[in-house]
């Protein structure tokens, strides 16, 4: 059993003296292990940095066993991002996330393209409104998509600004007014009107990170990365301290 694929590097953790058992998200394998023999090496180490882009070739006597990973380095999205903190967490938790969130050897072409622009942006000043999409999206591929499009009470489209925390949809300004302090925020760059501010982008990661945290972190015993929230923490505290930019 043999196959070849571009893949996005989400783990790698040491097997043996030298080797690595390496994880990553494929474009038409889904998400796949494997042992990288001399993994631990120097030059390895390099390649096999989470979030980097690679060419994978997988082989095994028997598809049900783990396999090894021949890889070779397509594009170092790491390395470009180390001097630039908050862009580092945000890969860090793209990467963490998909190795929780998913299954294995299950296909998710459209999650592969999301995520692969998702990491691209993070060289772009609206790389934090990518995020967001990204964690909403993310939603929706496992199942539990929010309906962001019509208010859940009036069925209008206009001035949707709030998201009900029991059915995940959108709620217009004025049908929300008796039930406000119970709902979420809804950036409006969400709805494709207006540019996303850090106020904004805090609003986002917050919303997405409810679900994500209720639907499948929560079910599993888990808690959402510590870089995600180190990241949300961040957004906040320069918040609290007046006008700034997100790498401020």
């Given at each position: 059993m043999d196959w070849t694929?571009?893949?996005?590097?989400?783990?790698?953790?040491?097997h043996g003296?030298?080797?690595?058992?390496?994880?990553?998200?494929?474009?038409?394998?889904?998400?796949?292990?494997?042992?990288?023999?001399?993994?631990?090496?120097?030059?390895?180490?390099?390649?096999?940095?989470q979030g980097n882009l690679v060419s994978a070739v997988w082989r095994a006597r028997l598809e049900e066993h783990l396999?090894?990973?021949?890889?070779?380095?397509?594009?170092?999205?790491?390395?470009?991002?180390l001097d630039r903190a908050d862009r580092l967490a945000a890969?860090?938790?793209?990467?963490?996330?998909?190795?929780?969130?998913?299954?294995?050897?299950?296909?998710?072409p459209a999650l592969f393209a999301a995520t692969v622009a998702a990491i691209e942006a993070l060289d772009h000043d609206d790389w934090a409104a990518h995020l967001v999409v990204w964690e909403i999206g993310l939603l929706g591929e496992l199942g539990f998509g929010l309906d962001l499009y019509c208010c859940a009470v009036t069925g209008t489209t206009d001035d949707l600004a709030y998201v009900s925390p029991r059915s995940g949809r959108a709620v217009s300004r004025s049908a929300a007014e008796p039930w406000r302090d119970r709902l979420l925020a809804l950036p409006s760059f969400l709805t494709g009107n207006g540019k996303a501010g850090l106020g904004d982008i805090i609003d986002g990661l917050t919303l997405s990170g409810y679900f994500l945290e209720r639907h499948v972190y929560q079910p599993q015993g888990l808690r959402l990365p510590d870089s995600r929230e180190r990241l949300l923490e961040g957004m906040r505290r320069k918040f609290r301290e007046g006008p700034a930019k997100l790498d401020d």
């Open positions: 694929d571009q893949g996005i590097v989400l783990s790698a953790r040491r003296e030298s080797s690595v058992i390496l994880t990553v998200l494929t474009e038409t394998h889904g998400r796949y292990s494997g042992v990288v023999r001399g993994g631990q090496s120097r030059r390895n180490r390099g390649v096999l940095e396999g090894n990973f021949t890889i070779e380095l397509l594009t170092a999205h790491a390395a470009r991002l890969l860090n938790t793209v990467c963490r996330m998909l190795d929780v969130c998913l299954a294995e050897r299950e296909a998710h």
